[in-house]
């Protein structure tokens, strides 16, 4: 699976939009863009995954870029509760594991 | 709620000793993935089971196995516990063995070993 690499970290003002990059430059056509979350030692969240077209769901968007080398992860209107640490993972769609390998993330503190 | 269950929630054990973790995933999902959290490394994966069978092995001790039974539980037993050992343990499912269907993950055991 293709490495990705994200910011250590990142602040937002609260009720801005939180936008938190990933570049994945090695992801190669079957694979899938995965975004998780986790807030204090709670178990990971699943936010959104996304192949080759733009994502939109209840918590996120996800916009991919045209070559798929990189990815952005929207919260439209941050709040306090999604301070947490984001995971960019690359994800093959053929592979006959799925695994998902969790790298450093990026640490969002959401500040008033 | 994610649907996957982990129980127990909390669990403190002596060195030397063992103990055993268990996963009910959520209703359909026939693959289960285990996770070990500890202070300083981060999420690492343990090891996978898709319907009954081991289908990818991560960075598991010897001393570490799980099983996943036909009604599709998986238990992760943690033998010869060590004070290293102490760390959030996860598990996640999913429906299938590729990367299209998302997988979700329970809210962990903690094990403290003393």
């Known amino acids: 699976d293709a490495k990705t690499t994200q910011p250590p970290s990142m602040d937002c003002a609260e009720g801005r939009a939180a936008n938190l990059p990933c570049n994945h430059s090695t992801i190669s056509g079957n694979e899938y863009v995965y975004w998780y979350r986790q807030i204090h030692s709670q178990g990971p969240q699943y936010i959104i995954h996304g192949l080759k077209n733009n994502e939109t769901n209840e918590m996120a968007s996800l916009i991919i870029t045209e070559d798929r080398k990189s990815s952005t992860l929207i919260l439209p209107h941050a709040t306090l509760r999604d301070t947490a640490v984001y995971y960019c993972i690359v994800r093959s769609g053929s592979s006959n594991t799925g695994k998902l390998i969790f790298g450093q993330g990026t640490t969002l503190q959401v500040k008033p | 709620d994610s649907g996957v269950t982990q129980t127990p929630k909390h669990l403190i054990t002596a060195t030397g000793q063992r103990v055993t973790l268990r996963c009910s995933p959520r209703s359909g999902d026939l693959s289960v993935y285990w996770y070990q959290q500890s202070l300083d490394q981060g999420l690492q994966f343990l090891i996978q089971?898709?319907?009954?069978?081991?289908?990818a092995k991560g960075n598991i001790l010897e001393r570490f196995s799980a099983q996943q039974f036909p009604d599709l539980h998986s238990e992760l037993n943690l033998s010869s516990l060590e004070l290293g050992d102490s760390a959030l343990y996860f598990c996640?499912?999913?429906?299938?063995?590729?990367?299209?269907?998302?997988?979700?993950f329970g809210q962990g055991t903690r094990l403290t070993v003393v």
């Open positions: 089971y898709y319907n009954g069978e081991e289908r």
């Open positions: 996640a499912s999913s429906v299938s063995l590729g990367g299209a269907d998302e997988a979700f």
